[in-house]
């Protein structure tokens, strides 16, 4: 305001904004606004960070595409052509009867079942038992909370060779071998296989939540059961994506767990089905290339649908408030 009350008219090169063409420091932009010039060329320097970053993160992506590629392309060729000098990267023509004869050759649909029926099974109990797990080492106190803790971490640093007889040894005494309990009874005990990283994984998220939202509940009247189904797992929603996908992946590429304890045909899953078919067709590639594309197309397609979550719960996990 000036002394006769009236508004004080702003002053560019006093308040900082940006003065007419031709002020120091704002230089003249074709096409460009004079205000929005100095903007214009700060993003100018950011865009090609940008592009350079994105270059540089597809350069190091090719590498390790060129065998997804391969193998692509193969299921969809005849052997003659896979095997050309210099290599053919586009198939002529497109043999797609490659899959169809594959996956009809043997009984896929029931590996595709089996594998299915343990996935689900596994995924579900690792999910349930490492969350509480978890709730209880991040949530709770309770005496001797982190030694019993740290003890569970120790059972990272035992191989799995180690208890592979032992197991087998239990299991056979249980009369449990050519059965999917073996497979999918030990993910719903969070210490088993696994699940020591999920709820590893788990609690370093959990710790990230408010303690007063749990306080609150707790005030209201809320058990330890209904504080985690209420407030804490809605709250941990892209790290319970990312346990999940792990779990999927482990028991969806478990090849020597069904070739320990599984031998009847009927119960094979698909990675134990693939194997026996790359024995009987080893010399038809083109039908061994289209049936290991179909077995990890799943994956593919799981990765690229939670994706987001899978980044999001990664990169939060450890992040306290």
């Known amino acids: 305001m000036t002394a006769t009350g009236a508004p004080r008219r702003p002053r560019p090169e006093r308040d900082g904004a940006p003065g007419p063409p031709g002020t120091p420091g704002v230089p003249d932009v074709p096409g460009v606004p004079p205000a929005r010039a100095g903007a214009a060329t700060t993003r100018r320097p950011r865009r090609y960070r940008r592009v350079l970053v994105h270059l540089a993160l597809v350069a190091g992506a090719l590498p390790t595409l060129v065998p997804f590629v391969w193998l692509v392309r193969s299921s969809l060729m005849e052997d003659a052509q896979m095997f050309v000098a210099p290599p053919e990267w586009i198939p002529s023509p497109f043999r797609w009867s490659n899959f169809t004869e594959a996956l009809t050759a043997q009984p896929f ?10 996935a689900v099974v596994s995924v579900l109990g690792t999910v349930i038992t490492c969350s509480i797990a978890a709730f209880s080492f991040s949530r709770l106190r309770w005496r001797g909370r982190d030694a019993v803790f740290a003890v569970l971490l120790s059972a990272v640093m035992l191989p799995y060779a180690v208890t592979l007889i032992p197991t087998f040894v239990m299991w056979q005494e249980l009369g449990a071998l050519d059965t999917f309990v073996p497979l999918t009874v030990p993910s719903w005990f969070a210490g088993a296989g696994g699940g020591v990283f999920n709820v590893f994984l788990l609690r370093q998220f959990f710790l990230t939540i408010p303690f007063e939202l749990d306080e609150a509940a707790y005030i209201d009247g809320a058990s330890p059961g209904r504080v985690l189904w209420t407030v804490v797992l809605p709250l941990s929603r892209p790290a319970i994506v990312v346990v999940t996908i792990f779990a999927f992946i482990g028991t969806w590429n478990d090849f020597l767990g069904p070739l320990l304890y599984l031998n009847d045909e009927s119960r094979y899953t698909l990675s134990l089905g693939l194997a026996s078919f790359q024995s009987v067709y080893i010399t038809q ?15 593919i397609a799981l990765f690229f649908f939670l ?4 980044i999001e719960g990664v990169t939060l996990t450890g992040i306290k408030n």
């Open 109 to 118: 649909a029931l590996y595709l079942l089996n594998t299915v029926i343990i």
């Open 285 to 299: 590639w083109g039908y061994l290339m289209a049936a290991s594309a179909a077995v990890i197309a799943p994956i």
């Open 307 to 310: 994706q987001r979550y899978f």
